[in-house]
C-alpha cells in the first residue's frame, strides 16, 4: 500500500479538466510518485477539495480496527464498515478492494492479500478517525 491522497472519481475528472493534466498525471501526483512544483499544486488542490491521506503506513502489532465485518461466502465479498461513512469491500475472486468514503468509490487496491489488508485497515481506521474528530 502506498501513501496517496484519496479522492471520488468525480472530483479526480473536475481536476484534471480545470488543470489540464491526463488522468496518469494527475495519479502520479496523488500517489507521491514524482514531487515537481505541479505534482504539490496538484496535491495542495486535492486536500483544498477534501482528499484524504492514506498514510499507506504498515500496522503496529496488535493493531484491531473497529469495524463491523459481514463475509458474503456466496457472493465470495468481505464487507467491513468503519461507522455509518467509510466501506470496504474484498473480493475474494479477484483480491481486490474497494473503499467508499460516504458512499463515493475514493480507492481500488488490487492484489489484496493478508498482511497489506491489515496494512490498509490501519491506514483507513485513522482517515475514519480524522473524518469523525
Known amino acids: ?5 484519496l479522492l471520488p472519481g468525480a472530483v479526480k475528472r473536475e481536476m484534471e479538466a480545470t488543470f489540464k493534466v491526463d488522468r496518469c498525471t494527475l495519479g502520479r501526483a496523488l500517489k507521491f510518485e514524482r514531487n515537481s512544483r505541479r505534482d504539490k499544486m496538484l496535491r495542495a488542490a486535492a486536500t ?3 482528499g484524504l491521506l492514506f498514510t499507506g503506513e504498515r500496522k ?4 484491531m480496527p473497529d469495524v463491523d465485518t459481514l463475509h458474503d461466502h456466496v457472493g465470495r465479498t468481505t464487507y467491513q464498515w468503519f461507522g455509518d461513512r467509510m466501506e470496504v469491500r474484498i473480493s475474494k475472486d479477484t ?3 474497494t473503499v467508499f468514503i460516504d458512499g ?4 481500488i ?4 492479500t493478508t498482511s497489506v489488508w491489515g496494512d490498509m485497515l490501519y491506514s ?3 482517515i475514519y478517525n480524522q473524518l469523525n474528530a
Open 109 to 112: 487496491f488490487e492484489e489484496m
Open 104 to 107: 463515493e468509490l475514493v480507492a
Open 60 to 63: 503496529p502489532k496488535g493493531f
Open 95 to 97: 483480491d481486490t478492494a
Open 124 to 126: 483507513l481506521q485513522q
Open 1 to 5: 500500500m502506498e501513501k496517496q491522497i
Open 48 to 50: 483544498e477539495r477534501g
